[in-house]
C-alpha cells in the first residue's frame, strides 16, 4: 500500500497534468493569466510547476524513505527544486511557439506577374483555370482571357479583380 505523502505528491502532479492536458485540448480555454501581461503565470507554467512538483516529490517521498516531517519538508524542497526549472522551460516553449514567426499572408497583388498553366480551358467569354505558383506552393484560381486558351497552355496573370480570380494573356 501506497504512504499518504506519496499519494498526495502523486496527486499534485496528476492534477497538474490534466491541466496542461485540458489546457492543450480546450485551446486556452483555462487561461489563468493573460500571457502578454508580462507575467509568468499561464496555464503551462502552472500545470508544469504543479506536475513537476508533485512527480519529483513523490520520488524523493520513495528514494528517501520520508516519515518525518523534517524529511517530507525535504522532499517538498527537492519538488520545488524540479518545478521551478520546468515551470520556466514552459513558460519559454509556449512564448516561442506562440511566436514563431510566418510568411505574410497573400494577397491579390503577389498573384500578378505570376507564370502559370492552364488547367482547365479558357472560353472566350468565361472562366476557365490556371495553376499558379504563389508564395512558393501551387494555387488553382479561375481564370479569363482576352482570347480562348487550351488545356496545358502557359499563361501570365496581368490582374487578380478577386482573391479567386485572375485575368491572364498567354505566354509567347
Known amino acids: ?6 499519494l498526495i505528491f502523486l496527486l499534485v502532479g496528476g492534477f497538474g497534468a490534466a491541466i496542461l492536458a485540458l489546457a492543450l485540448l480546450g485551446a486556452g480555454a483555462l487561461r489563468v493569466v493573460h500571457v502578454d501581461l508580462g507575467g509568468p503565470a499561464s496555464v503551462e507554467s502552472i500545470a508544469a510547476f504543479l506536475g513537476a512538483f508533485g512527480f ?4 524523493a517521498v520513495e528514494v528517501m524513505g520520508a516519515r518525518t516531517t523534517g524529511q517530507l519538508l525535504a522532499a517538498a524542497g527537492v519538488g520545488v527544486a524540479a518545478a521551478v526549472p520546468t515551470a520556466y522551460m514552459a513558460v519559454r516553449l509556449s512564448r516561442w511557439a506562440r511566436n514563431i514567426p510566418t510568411d505574410a499572408t497573400l494577397t491579390r497583388a503577389d498573384l500578378v506577374g505570376a507564370i502559370g498553366v492552364v ?26 482571357a482576352d482570347t480562348p486558351l487550351a488545356l496545358g497552355a502557359e499563361v501570365f496573370v496581368v490582374e487578380a479583380p478577386s482573391d479567386t480570380s485572375v485575368i491572364v494573356v498567354p505566354l509567347p
Open 1 to 6: 500500500m501506497m504512504d499518504a505523502p506519496t
Open 56 to 59: 519529483g516529490g513523490a520520488i
Open 119 to 144: 488547367v482547365t480551358a479558357i472560353p472566350v467569354h468565361g472562366y476557365g483555370e490556371v495553376r499558379v505558383r504563389a508564395g512558393g506552393l501551387p494555387v488553382k484560381l479561375y481564370a479569363r
